[in-house]
Structures are given as C-alpha cells and as structure tokens.
C-alpha cells in the first residue's frame, strides 16, 4: 500500500499535468465558424476571457446578414438585423436589444483598436444557434437561414440556383491597397456576364458587397498583404442575398470550365483554404493559403500565414498590394446561393 505521503505526492503532479494540459489549451488559438465555414480575422484574434469567448465585431455578424456600426464618441457598437436593434457600450455588461435591457457576463473590449464582443450573446440575440467544440477549440455558428427550406432548382419561384463550388466573376468598383485600405472597410464589385445578360441566372449589373479583413502593408522584406471577405449579393432591384464563399483567382490552375460555367477545382477547395493578395515583383499575386503551409505569422495575424520563398521562389522584391478600379477577381461559393424572383 502507497504512503500517504506518496499519494499526495502523486496528486500534487497529476495537478500539475492537468493544470499544463489546460494551459496548453487555452493557448492554442480559437476559431469560429458560421454555416460550416471558418471566419478569418485580421491582427486581432477570438480569444477567451473569464470562460467566455469574445470575437472581433467585424466577420461574424457579417455572415449572419447584420449591419454594425460604431460610435467612437460614446464608445458604442450598434448592430441591426431586420426587426432587431441591439446597443451595447464598452466595459458595460448590458445591452439594450429592441429597448429592453438584457444582461450578459462578459462585458464588450476593446483590443488594438478592434471591438471585442460575447459571440453567444449577439449570435443567439439574432437567432443563431451556438456551439463550443472544446476538442476543436471552435465555435460552431449556424443561423436560422440554414434552417429555412429554400425553393428546388428548376421551381418557377427560383430566379437562379448557383451550386456550392461554382466561381462567380467580379470586378472592382474601387480601388484596394495593404497600403491604403483598413481592416473593415467595405467595397463592392460587380459580376461579369462575359458580354452576355446575365451570368447563371444572375443579371448583369448585379454586385457583391465585401470588407478588408486583411490589410498589412510592405515592410522591409516582407510583402504587402491583402485580403477580403464577403456578405451579400445585391441585385438590381436592391434585394440582398447572403453570400458564402471567398476569392479565388480566375486562373486555370484553380478553376475549370464546366457547361460553361467556372468551378473552382478540387485542389481550391479544401477545408481551411483561404486566398489573399502578396505584392509581388509585377503586382499582385493571389496565393492560396493552405493548411499544409500555414506558420504563425505577425504580418497578417495568428489565423493566417504563408511561407513566402515556397510562393515566390527566387523573388526578391516585394511590394505593396494595389487593385485598381476593373481588377477581376473570383467568388467560389462554398455554400449553394439560391435567388428567387
């Protein structure tokens, strides 16, 4: 029989390797997901405070098709979404959601300049459904939109029905830069048809609202980097439709052509893919980022990462990314976007 000075002992180092484990976890870096697809952050990250997990404002809400807004002068984040109106003010752990106060733990932050805010207060305030995955260190977000029956392909009731993969074509309606634009500010671009009406379905003059949620610019020998996400797809008529998916280039070694429509290929559509503009020797270079060379990086953030030699081996001069007004760019849509009349 063990002593019980050998017990406590014993104890005392299962303590300490539990205490290590937990430790080891809490540092590894959180993600979030909405819809089954990963959010990207810029240089500031989700992060857990007192047990609970706070998310810049930026990315999010976005993809839950909600308009937020900041006040710098009474230090307040506004977020509205159809028939909800949510308040809240920095350090305060209350909100006014529709004019009644509701109260939460974990008070927004601010972080470099980025607002820090309860993921499962907003997120279930405006009807989404959360989840922890403790083993994946993620939060798992799936909105009520999942959840809505959507019209089949060929009803009469459906104007276009764009399957998950497919690219859709973009220009720019202004100009970009790592120089110049600031993670969150927002652009448009719009579809080309290729010279026809409309583009499967989706008419001519149809555009794609989006936001920078990467802009580093050159510094020494490190390349500027930009990068952007997507909200909503803006018909004609003004209606928005949300949009799920993430630039790609219109390049043949990502994309095929399929009954005449862009699919991105198999190789650009890997879980955990993300492209981001690198200023290269020429411009521009979109470079997809993937698991199998991602490194943590101060340039772009703990999220992101590249290993410049393997994209632009031999290239030794950097630049700044700039993207004039017309520069085309892809959409591959992750999930289906279904558009009806």
């Known amino acids: 029989m063990k002593s019980p000075a050998k017990i406590v002992t014993g104890l005392m180092s299962l303590s300490l390797l539990i205490a290590a484990a937990t430790a080891a976890q809490a540092q590894q870096p959180i993600h979030v997901e909405v819809d089954n697809v990963r959010v990207y952050f810029g240089d500031v990250q989700p992060q857990m405070v007192n047990g609970r997990v706070m998310v810049p404002l930026r990315g999010v809400f976005e993809r839950l098709n909600a308009q937020v807004g900041w006040s710098d002068y009474n230090q307040t984040v506004t977020v509205n979404k159809a028939d909800m109106d949510i308040v809240l003010r920095i350090g305060e752990s209350h909100a006014m959601v529709n004019g009644k106060q509701v109260y939460f733990?974990?008070?927004?932050?601010?972080?470099?300049?980025?607002?820090?805010?309860?993921?499962?207060?907003?997120?279930?305030?405006?009807?989404?459904?959360?989840?922890?995955?403790?083993?994946?260190?993620?939060?798992?977000?799936?909105?009520?939109?999942?959840?809505?029956?959507?019209?089949?392909?060929?009803?009469?009731?459906?104007?276009?029905?764009?399957?998950?993969?497919t690219v859709i074509?973009?220009?720019?309606?202004?100009?970009?830069?790592?120089?110049?634009s600031k993670y969150g500010d927002r652009f448009t671009a719009t579809i080309?048809?290729?010279?026809?009406?409309d583009y499967l379905g989706l008419p001519r003059g149809t555009k794609?609202?989006?936001?920078?949620?990467?802009?580093?610019?050159?510094?020494?020998?490190?390349?500027?980097?930009?990068?952007?996400?997507?909200?909503?797809?803006?018909?004609?008529?003004?209606?928005?439709?949300?949009?799920?998916?993430?630039?790609i280039a219109i390049d043949d070694k990502y994309i095929q052509n399929v009954d005449g429509k862009m699919v991105a290929r198999s190789s650009a559509k890997q879980d955990g893919n993300k492209f981001v503009w690198i200023g290269a020797g020429g411009?521009?270079?979109?470079?997809?980022?993937?698991?199998?060379?991602?490194?943590?990086?101060?340039?772009?953030?703990?999220?992101?990462?590249?290993?410049?030699?393997?994209?632009?081996?031999?290239?030794?001069?950097?630049?700044?990314?700039?993207?004039?007004?017309?520069?085309?760019?892809?959409?591959?849509?992750?999930?289906?976007?279904?558009?009806?009349?």
Not at 192 to 197: E, I, K, L, S, V
Not at 219 to 246: A, C, T, W
Not at 325 to 340: A, C, E, Q, Y
Request: without cysteine; charged residues 20%; hydrophobic residues 40%.
């Open 208 to 247: 794609v609202e989006g936001w920078v949620d990467v802009a580093t610019p050159r510094k020494g020998s490190d390349p500027g980097v930009l990068g952007v996400s997507f909200d909503n797809i803006v018909l004609n008529d003004g209606r928005r439709i949300p949009v799920f998916g993430q630039v």
């Open 169 to 180: 074509p973009f220009t720019l309606d202004s100009a970009l830069s790592s120089n110049n």
């Open 283 to 341: 411009g521009a270079l979109l470079a997809i980022i993937t698991k199998s060379n991602l490194i943590t990086s101060t340039v772009i953030g703990g999220a992101l990462g590249y290993l410049w030699d393997e994209i632009q081996k031999g290239q030794t001069r950097v630049n700044d990314v700039t993207l004039n007004t017309g520069s085309d760019f892809g959409i591959r849509l992750d999930k289906n976007l279904v558009v009806t009349r």
């Open 105 to 165: 733990d974990a008070p927004a932050t601010i972080e470099r300049g980025r607002t820090l805010v309860p993921v499962r207060f907003l997120s279930e305030t405006l009807g989404a459904n959360v989840n922890w995955n403790a083993s994946l260190n993620t939060v798992e977000i799936t909105s009520a939109m999942m959840e809505t029956v959507v019209p089949p392909r060929g009803s009469p009731s459906v104007m276009a029905f764009v399957d998950a993969g």
């Open 192 to 197: 080309d048809t290729r010279g026809q009406n």
